[in-house]
Structure formats: structure tokens, C-alpha cells
T-cell receptor, first 111, second 119 residues
Framework: QKEVEQDPGPLSVPEGAIVSLNCTYS??????FMWYRQYSRKGPELLMYTYSSGNKEDGRFTAQVDKSSKYISLFIRDSQPSDSATYLC???????????FGTGTQLKVEL | SAVISQKPSRDICQRGTSLTIQCQVD?????MFWYRQQPGQSLTLIAT?????????ESGFVIDKFPISRPNLTFSTLTVSNMSPEDSSIYLC????????????????FGPGTRLTVL
């Protein structure tokens, strides 16, 4: 079993839709949770950073962490064609630098 | 964040040859990392590049295959040696930077990647 599981998609939604992207994990030692966005032929770009359980909002993006269920989500409101990218979840233990990534979900927002 | 550049951006190489990838950061950083991103797979950490000492390799990666240099706090190289088609991948460097705020707020920022194809 992989430490981090992420549905690879592809996920196709109409412009303006609410998008929900999810990851599950098995290692209860993970304390820091991140979402990266990766456009085609580019490096991953840090989108959201969350410590422990709870919600964090930044503009149209909301990151949600439920440590009891080992489940994290990224919600995108009013999705735009420019949101079309691969979204990678990542997590790490406290006191360490090593990131463990999901495989990424490919999102396409259509006009 | 950090401004990170990589050279080359892409290359096509013959089996059995070696390629050195360069990573340059706009300011000094303590931690630099090298990752591999294969189609349909997670980003996988190859090694942590330490300034002034040998790199620390993850399980499944060895120095003979992926020698790394870190001559100063803004630069690192990764060499992919004796390449085979299985080495075709995107290779990414990243740096660890402190974020403003409390607990363990360092996180990683990535370069644009080097797309390698081995024939």
C-alpha cells in the first residue's frame, strides 16, 4: 500500500464548477500537508500549506485536513480554465524535510 | 519563495551516456533536493544535496548512478550516469525555505525541471 493515495483522474469540469481534489494517507506521523499545482512542462508550484487538522482558505482555494480520517482535500470554487493543471498533494512529518507526494490529479476546466 | 533555474530544460540522450543537470538558486539555501518524476508516478526523492559533504541518498538510489555535487549554497548538479531508457523522466531540484509563521514552516520550492529522454 502506498503511503499517499490520490485519484489520478483526469477530472474534467465546466467553468464555474466547484472542484474537490482528495488524498488519503496511511502514516499518522504526517503533520504538515501541502498542495502543489503543476502546469504542463513546468515544475510544481506551492499552492496551499496546512499544519495539522482544520481548514485554510486562500481566495478561491480551500484546503481541508482531517487527521482522524487521514484524509485531505483541496476545494476550488468558481473554477477557471487557468486552473487546468495537475494537482499534487504532499505531506511530511514533524521535524523532517522529506516530502511524500501523491501521484497527482489531472484537472481540466472547460469553457 | 525562491527563483530556481535548471539546465538543460530537456535533452535526448543515447543509452550508456551520462548527463549532468544543473540547478541554480537566486539566494543561499541550506537544503537542496533532487527528485524524479516518472509518468503516472509520484515525485520521488533521489537525494538531499548537502553543502560541504556527500549527498544523502534515499533507498533505491546510489551515488554511482546519480552522483551529486554541491559546491556552494546556491548551486548543485545531478548526473545521471550510464543511462538506459528506464531513466527517461523529469528531474527536478527543489530548495527548502522558511515560511513566515510558527510550527515547522519550512517547505520546498521547485525548479522547472529537466525532461530527459533516453533512446
Amino acid at each position: 500500500q502506498k503511503e499517499v493515495e490520490q485519484d489520478p483522474g483526469p477530472l474534467s469540469v465546466p467553468e464555474g464548477a466547484i472542484v474537490s481534489l482528495n488524498c488519503t494517507y496511511s502514516n499518522s506521523a504526517f503533520q504538515y500537508f501541502m498542495w502543489y499545482r503543476q502546469y504542463s512542462r513546468k515544475g510544481p508550484e506551492l499552492l496551499m500549506y496546512t499544519y495539522s487538522s482544520g481548514n485554510k482558505e486562500d481566495g478561491r482555494f480551500t484546503a481541508q485536513v482531517d487527521k482522524s480520517s487521514k484524509y485531505i482535500s483541496l476545494f476550488i470554487r468558481d473554477s477557471q480554465p487557468s486552473d487546468s493543471a495537475t494537482y499534487l498533494c504532499a505531506m511530511k512529518r514533524g521535524g523532517g524535510n522529506k516530502l511524500t507526494f501523491g501521484t497527482g490529479t489531472q484537472l481540466k476546466v472547460e469553457l | 519563495s525562491a527563483v530556481i533555474s535548471q539546465k538543460p530544460s530537456r535533452d535526448i540522450c543515447q543509452r550508456g551516456t551520462s548527463l549532468t543537470i544543473q540547478c541554480q538558486v537566486d539566494s543561499q539555501v541550506t537544503m537542496m533536493f533532487w527528485y524524479r518524476q516518472q509518468p503516472g508516478q509520484s515525485l520521488t526523492l533521489i537525494a538531499t544535496a548537502n553543502q560541504g559533504s556527500e549527498a544523502t541518498y534515499e533507498s533505491g538510489f546510489v551515488i554511482d548512478k546519480f552522483p551529486i555535487s554541491r559546491p556552494n549554497l546556491t548551486f548543485s548538479t545531478l548526473t545521471v550516469s550510464n543511462m538506459s531508457p528506464e531513466d527517461s523522466s523529469i528531474y527536478l531540484c527543489s530548495v527548502s525555505r522558511q515560511r513566515a509563521g510558527g510550527h515547522g514552516t519550512d517547505t520546498q520550492y521547485f525548479g522547472p525541471g529537466t525532461r530527459l529522454t533516453v533512446l
